[in-house]
């Protein structure tokens, strides 16, 4: 059974940088996407962005400037860092799973979601 | 971006009963390879979403057959057959033509 699971703080303070893991069990890392999406308090989810298990990444033009994900493979994690976080980066985090051409590019495992607030 | 909207926003339903939601995209999901990359999640009460169909009509593994999705272009529907208490949450609509985007949400509650 695939599994996958955020953490990371669930406080940050504006102007600082959000840092998130999430940790894959019951799956291999290749050949699949792995993706960060987010859902704000009352508004509609987010992709944020991709890496794929080859270590290419691709984001969300509108968060481009300030995003990061990063892949360990040995570890079979991979990471979300989002700079110069303001509230309006308060959301729900969620990792997920990709699948390619296969499963025509949905997301098919989700991580249980972790509650990010920015406030000082 | 390409925007979905989805009608109704909230659907209360009788149990047994067939529900219908639909999903209308800003612009034609039909890729230049041919494929639309339509599908729908579904996100039940404190749980993180679910993939229940993908490519408009194809049913991920796993989901019941009273779950159906139709459509082309701009317009497509998610129907649920005969609706059971297990069915409460919340359904969204994703594309993939364009990068990713979600509708806003479909409350599907009973009566």
């Known amino acids: 059974q695939v599994q996958l699971q955020e953490s990371g703080p669930g406080l940050v303070k504006p102007s600082e940088t959000l840092s998130l893991t999430c940790t894959v069990s019951g799956s291999s890392i290749s050949n699949y996407y792995w993706s960060w999406i987010r859902q704000p308090p009352g508004k509609r989810l987010e992709w944020i962005g991709y890496i794929y298990s080859s270590g290419s990444a691709n984001y969300n033009p509108s968060l481009k400037s300030r995003v990061t994900i990063s892949l360990d493979t040995f570890k079979k994690q991979f990471s979300l860092q989002l700079s110069s976080v303001t509230a309006a980066d308060t959301a729900v985090y969620y990792c997920a799973r990709l699948q390619g051409p296969t499963l025509a590019f949905a997301f098919d495992v989700w991580g249980q979601g972790t509650m990010v607030t920015v406030s000082s | 971006d390409i925007v979905l909207t989805q009608t109704p926003l909230s659907s209360p339903v009788t149990l047994g009963q067939p529900a219908s939601i639909s999903c209308r995209s800003s612009?034609?999901?039909?890729?230049?390879?041919?494929?639309?990359?339509l599908s729908w999640l579904q996100q039940r009460p404190g749980q993180p979403p679910r993939l229940l169909i993908y490519?408009?009509?194809n049913r991920f593994s796993g989901v019941p057959d009273r779950f159906s999705g139709s459509g082309a272009g701009t317009d497509f529907t998610l129907k649920i057959s005969r609706v059971e208490a297990e069915d409460v949450g919340v359904y969204y609509c994703?594309?993939?033509?364009?990068?990713?985007?979600f509708g806003q949400g479909t409350k599907l509650e009973i009566k």
């Open positions: 994703t594309q993939a033509t364009q990068l990713w985007t």
């Open positions: 612009q034609s999901l039909l890729h230049s390879d041919g494929n639309t990359y």
């Open positions: 490519k408009i009509s």
